[in-house]
């Protein structure tokens, strides 16, 4: 996994003689059992809690954030003492670094069938995909070491966890100074660059999946299945008084689990975080100016975003934002305490969670296979056009006398932070709504020519099958009247198509691909395959050779039965 020995590895995580803890003002890591000096217990052996490993952060008194080496020999100590915890990789980057994820749970699972037949909610928590934003990182280290030492009943007693501490490990060793990779960032002084080694934003990754991290998320979805996925970053921009901003999936496609956070996970945990931690939290956003005239917005809906895309496949998609304007040490404490606070909610509702997600895939299959019954889907959307008044946790600037040598990001020369909280009435346009919709079919058809499609549609686990003979039914053909091509972004020339539909009787041949809307994925399907889609294969260019104005678009839409037999390809 790196150059560096096992046993080198385990000394780099190991070396010190007690573990930090944060002050009660900060939330207190793991209500003071790692660093209180009692005796824990893991693979039937106990020890001095002041033995167990340290993270980088811990041990440079947050003056500094673990390395991809150090984030790896953290994992090899935990195995060292007996951990009991089962380690996999999820991908190897294009610079050949490991991407690890563990598996921790009680009793302990290895592979997926086994984490299905606890009957429990698998959580999936992922930190550093931004690799400048650290926090996530350091605090899923430290919470799954005092999770698994613990000898008291804890969540893993209740809930499947896969963490992923490191996600963007290219990205986390390129190390720039924080002013100049994350300005707006108070601490540490270096730390990693935003892309990944293939300048690639991996939280607009998940639909395209050029990057092999993606791919390999998208292989851990398919055969983990986790009810829940929690992606931790850092916020940047306004000056607020809020110490973690939080989002479910706002695309309106996500039917099930986008509603179940915003209005049942998120109100519970905002007064946890409150009354347990003293943190004060509030749904994800930046203010475009600190008084009443200001409003309040979060950040896109696509599926681009990994969040939004985890609430298409009809799960759980959380965002965690730690405020980058407090200290490292506070971003780390306020993470730890809000993934805490989330695998106690799964832990506590675990009937539920669970089935919800049952619901889910035989809702969605039931649509495809009668979408008469079938809700509109959702292909396009934009900000609500209602949006409602709340108080927003504003921090004041005060005006210093004469200009500063050295002034905060956000803030002009002769201004600083106050320390003083109001709030403050504003517009809040923190959700979606659909500006275009599309029945949904019975299945698509794509002819054997789509090969790279096929090959992105079974990487984000949809079924497709190959019509076993040829098969005349009626489907229903887009033609665009315009191709427009949009802004340049992540390597490729977006597009997005305006024209019409039209029916017509046509032969599929044998041969041809068919992915029909009657499967779990479903929603997602439709999100990918709508040629009018606006986070689809055709905004990302999988289509670009079949795509030509008064053509045909090569994607067909069939409504009615399926009656022509076909096999699935793996």
């Given at each position: ?38 005796l824990e217990s893991a693979g039937g052996m106990t020890r001095p809690a002041g033995s167990l490993p ?15 080496a150090d984030v790896l020999a953290f994992i090899d100590s935990l195995q060292a003492l007996g951990a ?213 917005s979060t950040y896109e809906h696509g599926p681009r975003f990994g969040s939004n895309y985890y609430g ?259």
């Amino acid at each position: 996994m790196t150059n560096l020995s096992r046993v080198r590895r385990v000394r780099l995580a190991t070396e010190g003689v007690v573990i930090l803890t944060l002050a009660a003002g900060c939330g207190g890591f793991g209500g003071g059992t790692a660093g209180s000096g009692e005796l824990e217990s893991a693979g039937g052996m106990t020890r001095p809690a002041g033995s167990l490993p340290r993270t980088r952060a811990e041990r440079t008194s947050y003056r500094e954030t673990s390395s991809h080496a150090d984030v790896l020999a953290f994992i090899d100590s935990l195995q060292a003492l007996g951990a009991p915890i089962w380690v996999g990789e999820i991908a190897r980057t294009t610079q050949g670094r490991s991407v690890p994820f563990v598996v921790a749970s009680r009793p302990l699972v290895t592979t997926p069938a086994q984490a299905r037949r606890l009957a429990r909610p698998i959580v999936y928590v992922q930190g550093n995909i931004h690799s400048g934003e650290v926090e996530g990182k350091e605090a899923l280290q430290a919470l799954l070491r005092d999770l698994i030492f613990s000898a008291r009943p804890n969540v893993l007693d209740s809930v499947v966890l896969i963490a992923v501490p490191n996600y963007n490990a290219d990205g986390n060793e390129n190390l720039a100074p924080q002013l100049r990779a994350r300005g707006s960032q108070n601490g540490p002084e270096m730390v990693g660059t935003r892309a990944n080694a293939q300048n690639l934003n991996l939280n607009r990754d998940y639909i395209k999946a050029e990057a092999p991290e993606t791919r390999g998320s998208l292989a851990m979805f398919d055969a983990w299945d986790p009810d829940i996925f929690l992606d931790l970053h850092t916020s940047d921009g306004s000056y607020h008084g809020y110490a973690l901003t939080y989002s479910p999936s706002l695309n309106p496609a996500a039917f099930f689990g986008g509603v179940y956070a915003r209005d049942t996970i998120y109100p519970v945990i905002r007064e946890r975080m409150r009354t347990r931690h003293r943190y004060e939290t509030f749904d994800y956003g930046n203010f475009t100016r600190p008084d009443s005239t200001g409003t309040w917005s979060t950040y896109e809906h696509g599926p681009r975003f990994g969040s939004n895309y985890y609430g298409l496949r009809g799960r759980i998609g959380l965002l965690s934002e730690a405020y980058s304007h407090d200290p490292f040490e506070r971003r780390v404490a306020s993470t730890y305490a809000f993934v805490q606070e989330v695998l106690s909610y799964a832990a506590e509702r675990s009937a539920s969670i669970l089935a919800l997600s049952r619901r889910a895939d035989a809702q969605t299959t039931a649509w495809g296979r009668t979408p008469a019954n079938a809700p509109a889907i959702p292909i396009r959307s934009g900000f609500t056009t209602s949006p409602f008044k709340g108080d927003i946790l504003v921090e004041q600037v005060a005006r210093t006398q004469g200009d500063t040598v050295r002034h905060e990001p956000g803030l002009r020369p002769g201004e600083r932070r106050s320390g003083i909280i109001r709030p403050v009435r504003m517009t809040v346009a923190d959700r979606f709504e659909p500006t275009l919709t599309r029945a949904m079919p019975t299945g698509y058809a794509l002819d054997a020519t789509q090969t790279d499609a096929i090959r992105l549609l079974r990487q984000h686990g949809i079924v497709v099958q190959r019509f076993d003979t040829d098969w005349r039914t009626t489907v229903e053909i887009f033609v665009p009247d315009s191709v427009v091509s949009l802004q340049a972004f992540e390597g490729h020339r977006p597009v997005r198509l305006e024209g019409r539909w039209r029916r017509d009787t046509r032969a599929l041949p044998a041969g041809s691909y068919l992915v029909s809307t009657a499967q779990p994925l479903g929603v997602l399907a439709v999100y990918l395959l709508e040629p009018e889609s606006d986070d689809g294969l055709v905004t990302w260019n999988l289509f670009d050779r079949g795509l030509t104005i008064g053509a045909e678009a090569p994607v067909l839409r069939i409504t009615g039965p399926i009656t022509a037999a076909a096999t699935i390809e793996r």
